[in-house]
């Protein structure tokens, strides 16, 4: 077979990243760059990985107006470049610390409970929170540990509904549903078994779409109360 191999770090010391012949030290944190290792008939030897420094991007994430979150938020580092996210959990006191090399990020946070909008660090923004990715503050790490200003998480509300087939009673499953703004912020999640979906938001005026990537059964299109 062929594979890629990868390297994690769970202590949090050095960066995570992949096994890559044509890179420094063998090493790359992007997957586009991962040399494919392949396995015939015989055992393979690679060459020894001289993992990098690790700097840290750390922080601390609350709820709206400064209390406690109710639950754990996943941030994740991007870089410019592409790649994997460098990703941690919130500690209990909402604290995070990502591992990366030296380049430019955008920190985002996501909570999968639904209780909480996704959405990105911005220095400056009320809460330092915008979920508009073009409004994400770039953070730069050159040759030390970076920490950013403390995130307040706003206030979640939620658009709900359920899609169906073309009778109207049959559940529409797995559907891609995002409600987007003008200014191009956007939730997304996808229909359960059920049809039914719940989008977490901001106040605003959105758009909701419906998309069926996984099968294409259904056209895409737009929610329309006057259809």
């Known amino acids: 077979g062929s594979y890629r191999v990868w390297f994690n770090d769970p202590s949090g010391t050095y960066p995570s990243g992949y096994?890559?012949?044509?890179?420094?030290?063998?090493?790359?944190?992007?997957?586009s760059?991962?040399?494919p290792v392949s396995v015939t008939d015989a055992d393979v030897a690679l060459e020894t990985v001289n993992l990098p420094t690790g700097?840290?991007?750390?922080?601390q994430v609350t709820g709206p107006g400064g209390v406690g979150l109710t639950v754990d938020i996943s941030v994740c580092?991007?870089?410019?470049?592409g790649g994997d996210c460098t990703e941690a959990?919130?500690?209990t006191d909402g604290t995070y610390s990502l591992t990366v090399v030296p380049g430019s990020y955008r920190v985002n946070f996501n909570d999968w409970s639904g209780t909480y909008p996704d959405g990105f660090y911005a220095a400056g923004s009320p809460g330092n929170f915008t979920?508009?990715?073009?409004?994400?503050?770039?953070?730069?790490?050159?040759s030390a540990d970076v920490a950013l200003l403390a995130v307040n998480l706003p206030t979640g509300y939620h658009i709900s509904g359920q899609v169906t087939g073309p009778d109207g009673t049959t559940p529409a499953a797995n559907i891609s549903v995002s409600a987007c703004t003008d200014v191009?912020?956007?939730?997304g999640t996808w229909t359960g078994s059920d049809g039914t979906y719940r989008l977490v938001v901001v106040p605003g005026s959105y758009r909701v779409s419906f998309n069926d990537w996984e099968t294409g059964t259904y056209p895409s299109g737009y929610y329309a109360e006057t259809s």
């Open 184 to 187: 191009g912020g956007c939730a």
């Open 55 to 59: 700097y840290h991007i750390s922080g």
């Open 77 to 81: 580092a991007w870089g410019e470049t």
């Open 89 to 91: 959990r919130t500690a």
């Open 131 to 142: 979920v508009v990715a073009s409004s994400a503050t770039e953070v730069t790490v050159t």
């Open 33 to 35: 760059s991962a040399t």
């Open 19 to 31: 096994y890559s012949e044509t890179s420094p030290g063998n090493f790359t944190t992007l997957w």
